[in-house]
């Protein structure tokens, strides 16, 4: 079993910057694939960005790319979201999701259907 930790989340003024953080539970950290979504009210949770098993090869949404840097540490079990220049659209609740998959192509990095585990989720406002 997986257990996930989000924590980081705040409020922030537009432009401003945050950094969340996913603490992962379990052996088998370093062979899973990570994903962080989000979900604004009355919206489809959406994907954000993944992370390979290996940390090699990185995916983002379009809307975040640029802005958003993912990151893991496998000495700490933990999973990184550099989040910079935000603005109100970024406000939405985080979740980190975790696959014991490896995955080939965006597409599946990309769909929250692709990951099995998954965190409580944590607030991230960005004020106008």
């Known amino acids: 079993q997986v257990q996930l930790t989000e924590s980081g989340g705040g409020l922030v003024q537009a432009g401003g910057s945050l950094r969340l953080s996913c603490a992962a539970s379990?052996?088998?950290?370093?062979?899973?694939?990570m994903g962080w979504f989000r979900q604004a009210p009355g919206k489809e949770r959406d994907f954000v960005a993944a992370?390979?098993?290996?940390?090699?090869?990185?995916y983002y949404a379009d809307s975040v790319k640029g802005r958003f840097t993912i990151s893991r540490d496998g000495a700490k079990n933990t999973v990184f979201l550099q989040m910079n220049s935000l603005t109100p659209e970024d406000t939405a609740v985080y979740y980190c999701?975790?696959?014991?998959?490896?995955?080939?192509?965006?597409?599946?990095?990309?769909?929250?259907?692709?990951?099995?585990?998954w965190g409580q989720g944590t607030q991230v406002t960005v004020s106008s």
């Open positions: 992370i390979s098993w290996n940390g090699d090869r990185t």
């Open positions: 379990g052996r088998m950290f370093n062979s899973y694939t």
């Open positions: 999701a975790a696959s014991p998959a490896r995955y080939s192509g965006s597409d599946r990095y990309a769909r929250a259907t692709s990951y099995n585990y």
